[in-house]
């Protein structure tokens, strides 16, 4: 596992600005102010012209909140950045901005489930979706398979929802480009110091900064970062006009998160891994989904990840579902809570109990590992599942 980008971590660092003598604050202050005056009438009309870098009215351009969106895309290495009240409202925001009625979106792979919810809705205005899922060799033969005439987008996440499979980035951007079609990640479950996936061709990535950005089980927000010119598309037709705009308090927060990012994500995914390589041998276990030990995607793990979080699946030995909530209950140190990536442990059954998905059975198991040790926490798993 490579370490952490040093470039990196000194943009995690300085995300509140430089501090300077004198008495100005290091961290950038919370404008808590719905609008700005302006000195000229002429200038108010130019910041209303241009109100994507103009602070106008908060639903547009708040300092605070500008000055996070700054940093993530300097993370992705995009052009610009758009933070929401939410990771799914940036999604909305993005569909809505980029499709139109008569387009198609193809899922690949694993997929947040309101992302496909929204998706469904979405049928109502004339767009419709399918999902695949690729893997091994003929990954992309699946994908190219799959497209149409119609498809406008495709979407994935990799490492995958409750999974944690991987897909072929670059070859999936470099087939989109042949079509003319657009590509967009949710790339949450590694953040932009793990994966990068502007740099290996995608032209969107979203994320929900509740996760490990925030990285204290406090505060919502989205952010969708792409080219300059996508960034301001989906300010015009999708930000602005929807509303799903991020408060100047949370912006604070996302912002104090990100300067800890890099030592947290260290710790989570050395302690997540020391505790999945443990479970591979664990009796009660029969199996463990961590992209670190697929030994089928080791190649891909390579070339597109730094590393993985503290964020794993595993199939524990459980004779149907109500054993698998039992087990889940006797353990101490795991809350049991949606969500992830705060410093808590935290754990949820990931599979169907009505058995209707037969790639997430009933006994599947999300872990979110924290930071209260891996010796601790596998005390815990082995108490638990021990009965």
């Known amino acids: 596992m490579r370490g952490l980008d040093s470039h990196d971590e000194l943009i995690c660092l300085r995300a509140g600005g430089q501090p300077v003598s004198g008495a100005e604050p290091v961290l950038p202050p919370i404008v808590q102010a719905s609008l700005f005056r302006h000195a000229r009438t002429a200038d108010l009309l130019d910041g209303l012209a241009h109100e994507s870098r103009r602070t106008v009215y908060s639903r547009g351009t708040n300092p605070g909140i500008r000055a996070l969106e700054t940093s993530l895309a300097a993370l992705e290495r995009a052009g610009d950045c758009r933070c929401f009240g939410s990771g799914m409202a940036a999604i909305a925001a993005t569909f809505f901005a980029v499709l139109d009625s008569g387009d198609h979106i193809l899922f690949a792979g694993d997929i947040y489930g309101p992302t496909l919810q ?64 657009l590509t967009a990640i949710d790339n949450t479950v590694a953040t932009p110091l793990l994966q990068k996936p502007i740099t290996l061709g995608f032209d969107i990535v979203l994320h929900s900064c509740s996760k490990y950005i925030g990285g204290h089980s406090d505060v919502i927000g989205g952010a969708v970062m792409a080219s300059e010119a996508l960034v301001q598309n989906i300010f015009e037709r999708g930000y602005m006009l929807l509303g799903g705009i991020q408060a100047p308090l949370d912006a604070f927060l996302l912002t104090r998160g990100l300067m800890t990012l890099p030592a947290r994500l260290k710790q989570h995914q050395a302690d997540g891994e020391v505790l999945a390589r443990a479970l591979v041998d664990h009796p009660r276990v029969r199996r463990v989904f961590h992209p670190a030990l697929d030994d089928r995607a ?35 140190l795991f809350g049991r809570a949606v969500s ?20 997430r059975p009933f006994n599947l198991v999300r872990l979110s590992v924290g930071l209260e040790g891996p010796d601790k926490l596998l005390d815990d798993l082995d108490q638990a599942l021990g009965q």
């Open 298 to 332: 080791a190649d891909l793990f390579e070339r597109q990840l730094r590393g993985h979080s503290g964020l794993f699946s595993i199939e524990i030995d459980a004779p149907d579902f109500d054993r698998v909530c039992a087990c889940l209950d006797r353990l101490k």
């Open 340 to 359: 992830w990536g705060g410093v808590e442990s935290l754990v949820i059954p990931a599979g169907r109990a009505d058995g209707h998905d037969p790639r």
């Open 118 to 181: 929204l998706a469904t809705q979405l049928e109502r205005f004339g767009i419709t979706h399918s999902q695949v899922f690729p893997e091994g060799e003929s990954a992309l033969d699946t994908i190219e398979a799959a497209l149409t005439p119609a498809t406008r987008l495709i979407f994935v996440e990799s490492p995958g929802t409750m999974l944690f499979g991987l897909l072929p980035l670059e070859a999936i951007a470099r087939l989109a480009q042949s079509r003319n079609i």
